[in-house]
């Protein structure tokens, strides 16, 4: 079955540590977007891919950092740098190049730091 | 600059009816892409309906139905028939438009949560 998986879906920190959340996907997607949820809250884009070892700031990038060495993988760092890391992370991937190309989610990670 | 605006933070519906869920959207651009999503208690999201700006006809998808209004930027979800699995929160959201071409971002809204009571 084709998806996108993110681990582990529960993860706690303290606080100062660095933290990776892993993405991986197996639909053969170019594009990977990582987002954050907050309670009652839409979805804010942190960073996104659209090719292999290139990646761009999405709305929110600050204390957070990404790569992208491999096509299927989109880890994304949570930094010591982020104020108020806890939240609930989302991770997507889609085709590229038309406007129809719905993004395709993973199940969540949910961070909680304390 | 684009936005998405719903309105409605929560709606109650009651089982077998039909329910519709607002959502508005402001874009310069007269090319663009307006989706709705999912998002069941268990924080996946799900692809529900898409409509494109030059599309002649309402999207439509099983039990979903999107009520397109062009001139008033409106973008309303319709669900039949409503079952109590549909209680979920609702995103509507739009493709971004820079300098007259689409990017691969989407502009999401905040949503509404739907409660289906039986």
């Known amino acids: 079955d084709g998806g996108i998986t993110q681990s582990p879906k529960y993860l706690f920190r303290k606080e100062g540590q660095n933290v990776t959340l892993s993405c991986e996907q197996n639909?053969?997607?170019?594009?990977m977007y990582w987002y954050r949820q907050d309670p009652g809250q839409g979805l804010r884009l942190i960073y996104y891919?659209?090719?292999?070892?290139?990646?761009q700031k999405g709305d929110i990038a600050e204390g957070y950092s990404v790569s992208r060495e491999k096509k299927e993988s989109f880890p994304l760092t949570v930094t010591s740098a982020q104020k108020n890391p806890t939240a609930f992370y989302l991770c997507?991937?889609?085709?590229?190049?038309?406007?129809?190309?719905?993004?395709?989610f993973g199940p969540g990670t949910r961070l909680t730091v304390t | 600059a684009q936005k998405i605006t719903q309105t409605q933070p929560g709606m109650f519906v009651q089982e077998k009816e039909a329910v519709t869920l607002d959502c508005t959207y402001d874009?310069?651009?007269?090319?663009?892409?307006l989706f709705w999503y999912k998002q069941p208690s268990s924080g996946e999201m799900i692809f529900l309906i898409y409509?494109?700006?030059?599309?002649?006809q309402n999207a439509t998808e099983g039990r979903y139905s999107l009520n397109f209004q062009k001139a008033r930027k409106s973008a309303n979800l319709v669900i039949s028939a409503s079952q109590l699995g549909d209680s979920a929160m609702y995103f509507c959201?739009?493709?971004?438009?820079?300098?007259?071409?689409?990017?691969?971002?989407?502009?999401f809204g905040t949503g509404t949560l739907l409660a289906v009571q039986p």
């Open positions: 874009t310069s651009d007269p090319s663009y892409g």
């Open positions: 959201a739009m493709r971004e438009v820079v300098f007259g071409g689409a990017t691969n971002k989407l502009i």
């Open positions: 891919s659209q090719i292999v070892n290139d990646f």
């Open positions: 639909l053969n997607h170019d594009a």
């Open positions: 409509q494109g700006s030059y599309d002649q």
């Open positions: 997507a991937s889609s085709i590229v190049g038309t406007y129809k190309a719905e993004q395709y």
